[in-house]
């Protein structure tokens, strides 16, 4: 009975990771059903990311506290490239300042790495930093294409659940209208 129940426990465990799907290709294990999904409404459309908690708990309820503050309302997409959309940097609110839009943050950086066992694909939701992961905040990315290079050198908070078209057809300026917690609009 015993050695049953570590297999089933090791079993979850894969599940929780990344995993190969038929083809052979690589994708994401979905968030638990539980987690807090940040909802960013855009002129181009919705987006959905489902939140990693048991994963990234420090940064998750940083990124969280600044959703509630409305801290992203009004910001831009800063970095739009083939392999990903990144913001998170209130600056990009002033067109006057576009030089600098990348470089700003809300001021209170996580100072903690929590490293996670998940890979960077295709919606993969991770904190962006300045070559320092503990100086990470505010600013996210949401990855368009898989990124090997990536993992292990950025914390992993999130995955998109609803909106990847969305997140493709995402251009450098495209302002973010509002950013709420699912069900938490209007509070």
Request: charged share 20%.
């Amino acid at each position: 009975m015993e050695i049953r129940t570590v297999a089933m426990l090791a079993a979850a465990a894969v599940m929780a990771g990344p995993a190969l799907t038929a083809g052979g290709v690589l994708r994401q294990a979905k968030p638990p059903a539980a987690a807090p999904v940040l909802v960013l409404e855009t002129a181009r459309g919705t987006i959905e990311i489902a939140f990693f908690p048991a994963d990234a708990p420090k940064s998750v309820e940083h990124i969280v506290g600044l959703v509630r503050r409305s801290f992203y309302r009004g910001q831009r997409f800063h970095r739009v490239i083939a392999s990903l959309v990144q913001f998170g940097d209130p600056r990009s609110r002033d067109m006057s300042l576009k030089d600098y839009w990348g470089s700003g943050g809300s001021g209170r950086a996580i100072n903690v790495f929590e490293l996670s066992t998940r890979v960077h694909v295709r919606g993969t939701v991770g904190l962006g930093h300045a070559g320092n992961p503990l100086g990470a905040d505010s600013q996210l990315y949401i990855m368009k294409a898989a990124s090997p290079s990536l993992n292990g050198k950025h914390a992993i908070i999130g995955q998109v659940r609803a909106g990847m078209a969305v997140v493709d057809r995402l251009q450098v300026e495209d302002m973010i209208k509002d950013a709420y917690l699912k069900g938490e609009k209007g509070k």
